[in-house]
């Protein structure tokens, strides 16, 4: 009886102590990187403990250098952000397109050869982006897509269609076929069911497929880095801090001012849907 | 309607069903065709091509003349067997992959269970603990390097001031800091995806047992481990999975945090030196085709194992 006490007891304490320690790793360097994208570059350099400075301390001076233009002395963020919400927003609509009726057939109807497509849609999801990155760059080049915006929204199709499929079939698979069926016989079509009852009902599920794949496609870096490193007008938010990161004299705090402005807009869509989101990914988790 | 239907023959009510079956039939395929034609552009035929690649003596520009009629050859498969930097990669990919995916479902799996009773604060815990997944890697990758600055990294400033250090260290450029760092790192980043599963699998998770065995005097210890991961077991064999297969290939975050220096130079960052430092396709092409053959021996090993001790 004691030794259940004194682990409980113990147990309770090891608890709280290890959520402030975790909390504290996951939040701080969120914490440093705005922080730090707001002092100025020397403060840094003389007084690196500084993690809380002084209101008059701060300055906005780095955001506006990071998101003017070369031409105005600044880096072009702001270039970097519109090129990456194109190929995003791109991306995600057309990978929506193709997901949502496929996976509505992939869960309710037999035709000639869909056992073998679930098999595949597994065995894609398996497969690693580096050992496709290899044909699909040299192809991409070879057909004139390779550097081009048009391409990598293309390529980020690979990248977020499997999971999307995933997603959307593990919600598809709960509801109902029976309000298909009743609606067939009333003599509507399969898209004419998909559009007007299934779509309508899977909704929060498919905003939240299209906002997972955004942030796959906002996020994404080696194809970006294969595709465009030689066309700076055309480089993405992962791309563009990376070049940054790579010329000499750029300082740290600009660094840090990119990271937060790439940052924000994602931790903002994960706000909305959080809760969708986990959901989704974790959809057949409890039974293996 | 329906009456009329039923009183029909026996022939007439079968050829009605093929009728609908072959309407499915085309429907179903305009409805998955599109993304199938999709997947097989940008996935299937791509694998395939890195197979005849990896037979072929091919740089680009032979590629960009020849396309597929370069002449086939062993040489890609022989050179990168044979090239000590190879095998070294593979050492260096295997424990990374390792250490990071028993890393990163240990401490997710720890997280969910510390988590699992109801408290105030709970859900905005929950929503942060998220944030190193979806956050931009190439974000979270400089603001570490940040971090960990020999010069003016805030961990190195802690160090020296509080714990007695002589000077910084080098976390990301010496051995052997850098690849216990961009495994920690890689921990950090994707404890909580297996944080999601195991909340999920928990809540799902009937009481009514755990119950029972307080009832029997059985202690908190003892309730973890004969009655809480027994049943979390199928998530951790789908987990470790997942994580085997996504990290054994995992590129960007070693690139942007080391650049493969150091000795933490991995299968994915040779590839894609051998692919653009010297454009030598034939050798990237081999390379992916051994590392994908090595991955598909330890997942078909894994699951072996896995069937073999769920079948005692």
Redesign the interface.
């Known amino acids: ?1 004691t ?2 006490s004194f ?2 007891t113990l ?1 309770r304490v090891l ?1 709280w102590v ?2 402030a320690l ?2 504290l ?3 701080f ?2 914490y ?2 705005v922080v ?1 994208s707001f002092v100025p570059i020397q403060d ?2 003389r007084e ?2 500084t ?1 809380v400075p002084e209101i008059q301390q701060l300055t906005v001076e780095t955001y506006r250098q990071v998101v003017a233009p070369e031409s105005e002395g600044g880096f072009g963020f702001a270039r970097f952000m519109r090129n990456s919400a194109v190929v995003a927003t791109a991306a995600t609509l057309l990978t929506m397109v ?2 949502i ?2 996976s ?3 869960t309710r ?4 050869g ?1 056992k073998k ?1 679930g098999a ?2 597994i065995a ?1 999801y ?14 991409f ?2 057909l004139g897509l390779g550097t081009s915006l048009v391409g990598l929204t ?2 980020y ?2 990248l977020t ?1 499997p999971v999307s ?1 995933h997603m959307l079939r593990s919600y598809l698979r709960g509801i109902p076929e029976s309000i298909d069926e009743a609606a067939m016989i009333d003599g509507a ?3 004419q069911i ?1 559009r007007k009852i299934t779509v309508p009902l899977a909704m929060p599920t498919i905003i939240s497929t299209a906002l997972y794949s955004f ?1 796959i496609a ?2 994404e ?2 194809f970006a880095l ?1 595709f465009l490193s030689a066309k700076p007008e055309l480089w993405t ?2 791309l563009g ?2 070049r940054l ?1 790579d010329g000499q004299e750029v300082s ?1 705090t600009i ?2 001012a ?3 402005l ?2 924000a807009p ?2 903002l869509l ?2 909305l849907v ?1 809760r969708w989101l ?2 989704g ?2 959809a057949g ?4 | 309607m329906t009456t009329t239907v039923d009183t029909r023959p026996a022939g007439a009510r079968r050829s009605r069903r093929t009728e609908s ?1 072959r309407r ?2 085309r ?6 065709g ?3 034609a ?2 097989t ?7 395939l ?2 197979f005849i ?1 990896s037979f072929q003596d091919a740089r ?1 520009s032979d ?2 003349r020849n ?1 597929l009629a370069n002449p086939f050859t062993l040489d890609n498969y022989i050179d990168t067997l044979t090239s000590s930097g190879f095998w070294e990669s593979i050492w260096v990919t295997v424990v990374y992959t390792v250490c990071t995916t028993i890393g990163s479902i240990a ?1 997710g799996y ?2 969910a269970l ?2 699992r009773d109801r408290f105030r604060g709970r859900g905005i ?1 929950r ?6 997944y ?7 990758a ?3 390097k ?2 960990l ?1 020999p ?4 961990i ?3 160090g020296v ?1 509080y714990l007695g250090w002589d000077q910084g260290i080098d976390f990301l450029g010496r051995e052997p800091y850098a690849l216990a760092t961009v495994i920690v790192y890689e921990i ?1 980043r994707y404890f909580p995806f297996a944080f ?2 195991f ?3 928990l809540t ?1 998770l009937s009481r009514d047992v755990e119950e029972a065995a307080l009832v029997d ?1 059985a ?3 003892q309730k973890f481990w004969h009655v809480i991961t027994p049943q979390m077991m ?2 951790i ?2 987990l470790t999975l997942l994580r085997m ?2 990290t ?2 995992k ?2 975050d070693i690139y ?1 945090l080391t650049g493969g220096a150091a000795g933490t130079e991995v299968a ?1 960052v040779r ?2 030196d051998q ?2 430092g010297s454009s030598d ?1 034939g050798a ?2 081999a390379n ?2 051994i ?2 053959i090595i ?1 598909a021996i330890g997942l078909g090993a894994y699951m072996k194992i896995t069937k073999r001790m769920s079948a005692s």
């Open positions: 009886m030794m259940i682990q409980t147990f608890k290890f959520l975790l909390a790793t996951v939040i360097p969120f440093y990187m730090m840094l350099l690196p403990l993690l193709l997901a009726p496929a509505y057939a992939m109807m037999r035709f000639a869909s497509i595949l849609f894609v398996m497969f690693p982006q580096i050992i496709i990155a290899v044909p699909v760059f040299v192809g080049q070879i293309i390529a199709i690979a269609v499929v079509t399969r898209w998909m942030m906002w996020n870096f080696l294969l938010v992962s801090l990376t990161a740290r660094l840090m990119g990271s937060v790439i940052t994602i931790i994960y706000g959080e986990t959901e990914l974790t988790a409890e039974k293996g | 079956e499915d039939n429907a179903g395929w305009s409805m998955v599109p993304l199938v999709i997947v552009m940008v996935i299937v035929i791509p694998i091509w890195t690649l680009y590629v960009a396309g401490l720890i997280a510390a988590m815990m929503a942060a603990f998220l944030l190193p979806v956050a931009p890697v190439v974000a979270t400089y603001v570490w940040t971090m600055n010069q003016y990294g805030v190195n400033a802690m001031e950090w999601i599963f909340a999920a699998a799902g005097g202690t908190p210890w199928p998530v064999v789908l297969v996504m054994f290939n590129f960007d942007l994915a590839v894609y692919l653009t396709i990237a092409s992916s085709v590392l994908a991955l």
